[in-house]
């Protein structure tokens, strides 16, 4: 008997994992690709690397596979709306287990295993909405909640008798503590995303991923820039971001296009990395100028040599720039 079990990276969905396997249930780890986990928001595989690491503690196959494009496509227009902010919680769990359903076929497996809590989140995981999504992805029955299958209608795997009914929990609402009992009693350790959880739930990146959406761009390199630096929208055609220390820097210097613009002080005095994207007059490059002057190590100094260039192979410039008030800056803020 084979099940998928989907793993986030977060506690819960490796506890029903564990369970499952433990009942002689042979489990396949099966991982989503998408640029928006809270594992490292700073980073991009966070939770595929975390979910990885659980496969191979508990000595399972990983499969992850790759939905960033069509994952952007439910974000511009999710059919089911958004829970908080900007997450598209139930269209994400029916894109989610459609994909495990095709893994289903390839392995032979008879079901899927998820770490899904009863109430704990509060669109996608009360009875009405996990009824939906199974409906949805055509598993009706055949997703099994070990945390919580007690207080949830029985599954095709309990009444068959692969998975003892009586083996499963009853756990409820959003409550950790009893995740975490049972993470001792399992012997699991070291878990770093206790909830696991999303970076469309952050009111600051959904707030950037709003202008972006707004503004024509959904790319992963765009929804990279999104996770670092301080955002500001200059016009309908251009934004900056501006480094706010030395990794962010040299993370916005990894991420330029081509015809970008590049913003930084001179070698004499400390200050930001600046990335320009979009089209660019003399008033936004000097524009940018001031703003990325705003962010410098000024001292007792009014003025700052801004040198800037269009990436990758323009000649640096040098523009003596004044830092923006800051009244003026809060208008362009995102």
Request: net charge positive; hydrophobic share 40%; charged share 25%.
């Amino acid at each position: 008997m084979k099940a998928i079990a989907l793993v986030s990276g977060g506690l819960d969905s490796t506890l029903a994992a564990k369970l499952i396997k433990d009942l002689g249930i042979e489990i396949i780890i099966f991982n989503l690709k998408t640029p928006f986990c809270l594992c490292d928001k700073r980073g991009f595989n966070g939770c595929n690397n975390e979910a990885a690491k659980i496969a191979f503690n508990l000595g399972v196959e990983f499969k992850i596979i790759n939905v960033i494009d069509e994952f952007f496509e439910i974000i511009k227009d999710p059919k089911h709306g958004y829970g908080s902010n900007m997450n598209p919680c139930i269209d994400c769990r029916i894109l989610l287990l459609r994909k495990a359903k095709e893994l289903m076929q390839d392995f032979r497996a008879s079901f899927i295993v998820t770490g899904e809590v009863l109430g704990q989140r509060p669109m996608s995981q009360h009875k009405q909405a996990l009824s939906l999504i199974e409906r949805e992805a055509g598993l009706e029955g055949l997703v099994l909640r070990p945390l919580s299958a007690k207080l949830l209608p029985e599954t095709i795997p309990e009444k068959e008798g692969w998975v003892s009914r009586n083996k499963l929990l009853n756990f409820n609402g959003r409550t950790r503590s009893p995740q975490i009992e049972l993470a001792k009693t399992l012997g699991i350790k070291d878990y770093p995303c206790p909830a696991g959880g999303c970076l469309l739930t952050d009111p600051e990146f959904a707030k950037r991923i709003r202008d972006l959406i707004a503004h024509g761009g959904l790319n992963l390199n765009d929804v990279e820039l999104l996770k670092i630096g301080r955002h500001f929208r200059l016009t309908q055609n251009a934004k900056i971001i501006v480094g706010r220390n030395e990794k962010e820097n040299k993370r916005l210097l990894g991420l330029a296009k081509e015809k970008d613009y590049l913003f930084m002080p001179d070698d004499k005095l400390a200050g930001p990395t600046s990335l320009g994207r979009g089209k660019f007059s003399e008033d936004l490059v000097r524009l940018s100028c001031n703003i990325t002057c705003r962010y410098c190590d000024l001292g007792a100094s009014k003025v700052a040599d801004i040198i800037y260039k269009l990436f990758p192979g323009q000649e640096n410039k040098i523009l003596k720039a004044s830092p923006i008030s800051e009244l003026e800056l809060k208008s362009f803020r995102i």
